[in-house]
């Protein structure tokens, strides 16, 4: 069975970080570690050897830093920011920050309840006069408990020309256009909307007469030192930032070089199409000016205590529920929540930390910040890690405990994928259980088989690819045989060959 459309995918395209979408592949990247320039009181919380075997191992393709009391402790940088052209991430270089931009987006509308300018409670349509639904209010705006469509409000005028790119300038029209209910009355669920964040930032527009990137810089950037910070805006000069790191993926298990995912067909609709909202996404940063905005905020310059106290606390439904969720990123026991733009974690043993996550296609990002005692983590990867491992280790690196083992295993399924495109099915098939044997270096997943097969089907194009598919799916019938997706699979790959009668016999397989 394949995965489920690309519309559905990128809709919850945040859930897709939550759930470590991001796999375990084998990777192929230099890496070195920078030690931060502040001594800590327990030097002996972060011992060396964690990183020095991430590095080793080539585990972590981006850049992560992590401080104590607003001090920077440790960095490390590894992988390349732009692959294709062998740039090595370094710690200046910059990351689009995805969803962690909604903490900005909220910070600047609480500045502005602050002064008087607004309330939370205001109607979207007191400032927006244009937009259509009565009832959603900019708290719910903050808190995704508006009912708004998320991004399948642009499905129709992509298909209408494949070439539209999704701005802030055209939202409204398309919300008037949208010709259905909400999804909820507002205040009723929870739902995670980039919409309601892109609206955010105009009404700061609205209020302020300003370009939102104009204010952020005026009353964020610049009050927390972040020199290395911006909003990119589609269109505009800062758009192709060199120093940017590129979204870049592996984007098939039969071909191991990275390639800036808005070339993949299939992330179109996200990383081109979707690639250009700001209030939800865009604000491009570092690791270390991210810890100058934690300072900056936990530090009560600049909003008011009660409004910082606000944006942390979890929402209640109109029921009076909070809404909980499983934590998200950082691994372990924990329940997870939403305040206004952050997300909350709750850890038996560790008490409440928050913070957000972001992705993209070819990208994850996180910020955390644990409350008692202050610690922060800034994670950003462009490439395939253990993402979560990694960031929870160096949490628990920060609270004296041990760290979670690190998977430095190659995949199997990417070593059989090698031998097959060499022309010999059976030479593959002996490689492949030669590495499923070899525990200590390889890992094997018979569901990474299956996207392998699908890989082969659907997205290759050289000679003689269906039958590399037959080949692969066919085999992992008899590794997987309790399993009813190898043979549902094997029948799509055999339907898509001609093979109609075997095919129906794998389907009727598949259900028995």
């Not at 030690?35 to 080793?56: C, M, N, Q, T, W």
């Not at 004296?400 to 399924?413: D, I, Q, Y």
Request: charged share 20%; proline share 5%; with cysteine.
């Amino acid at each position: 069975m394949l995965v489920p459309p690309l519309s559905r995918l990128v809709t919850s395209a945040r859930r897709l970080l939550l759930k470590r979408v991001i796999l375990r592949y084998e990777n192929t990247f230099p890496c070195f570690v920078i030690r931060g320039h502040h001594a800590i009181k327990s030097p002996e919380l972060l011992p060396p050897a964690y990183f020095d075997s991430v590095a080793r191992y080539q585990l972590y393709p981006g850049n992560l830093a992590m401080a104590m009391n607003s001090k920077m402790v440790y960095q490390f940088s590894g992988g390349f920011a732009d692959y294709r052209l062998q740039k090595r991430n370094h710690p200046q270089t910059r990351f689009n920050l995805a969803s962690i931009s909604k903490i900005f987006t909220s910070t600047a509308i609480l500045q502005l309840r602050d002064k008087g300018k607004l309330q939370l409670d205001d109607a979207v349509q007191k400032y927006l006069p244009e937009f259509p639904f009565q009832g959603v209010s900019i708290r719910h705006l903050l808190t995704h408990t508006s009912g708004l469509p998320n991004l399948e409000l642009t499905d129709a005028a992509i298909r209408l020309n494949p070439d539209t790119v999704i701005t802030n300038a055209i939202l409204l029209p398309l919300l008037q256009q949208w010709n259905k209910p909400l999804y909820f009355k507002p205040g009723e669920e929870f739902r995670y909307c980039n919409t309601g964040y892109m609206l955010a930032a105009m009404i700061v527009e609205k209020i302020t007469r300003q370009p939102f990137a104009r204010y952020l810089e005026q009353h964020i950037f610049r009050p927390a030192g972040m020199q290395n910070t911006y909003l990119a805006i589609y269109g505009s000069s800062n758009w192709n930032d060199t120093a940017r790191a590129v979204h870049q993926v592996l984007p098939v298990m039969y071909n191991e070089d990275y390639i800036p995912a808005s070339e993949v067909k299939r992330f179109r609709y996200s990383e081109y199409n979707n690639q250009a909202a700001y209030g939800s996404s865009n604000i491009i940063s570092t690791t270390a000016d991210m810890l100058l905005f934690d300072a900056a905020f936990f530090g009560g310059r600049l909003l008011r205590k009660s409004s910082m106290e606000e944006a942390l606390t979890p929402i209640k439904l109109n029921n009076g529920k909070v809404h909980t969720e499983h934590m998200d990123t950082m691994l372990g026991e924990g329940e997870g929540h939403y305040g206004m733009g952050w997300e909350i974690f709750e850890q038996p043993g560790f008490g409440k930390s928050v913070g957000h996550g972001g992705f993209k296609f070819g990208m994850a990002t996180f910020y955390f910040h644990h409350l008692q005692p202050s610690q922060t983590i800034v994670a950003f990867i462009n490439g395939e890690s253990r993402f979560g491992d990694i960031v929870t280790s160096a949490f628990y690196l920060l609270n004296g405990r041990a760290t979670m083992p690190l998977e430095h295993k190659r995949s199997a399924v990417r070593a059989y994928a090698r031998a097959l495109q060499q022309g010999d099915a059976n030479h593959a098939a002996a490689v492949l259980q030669a590495a499923r044997a070899d525990t200590a270096n390889y890992f094997f997943n018979y569901r990474e088989m299956n996207r392998l097969g699908y890989d082969f089907l659907y997205f290759a194009s050289f000679k003689d690819h269906q039958q590399l598919s037959l080949e692969t799916f066919k085999l992992n019938t008899f590794i997987a045989p309790d399993d009813f997706n190898t043979y549902d699979s094997y029948g799509e790959a055999l339907r898509e060959s001609g093979r109609r009668d075997d095919a129906i016999s794998m389907y009727r397989r598949s259900w028995n």
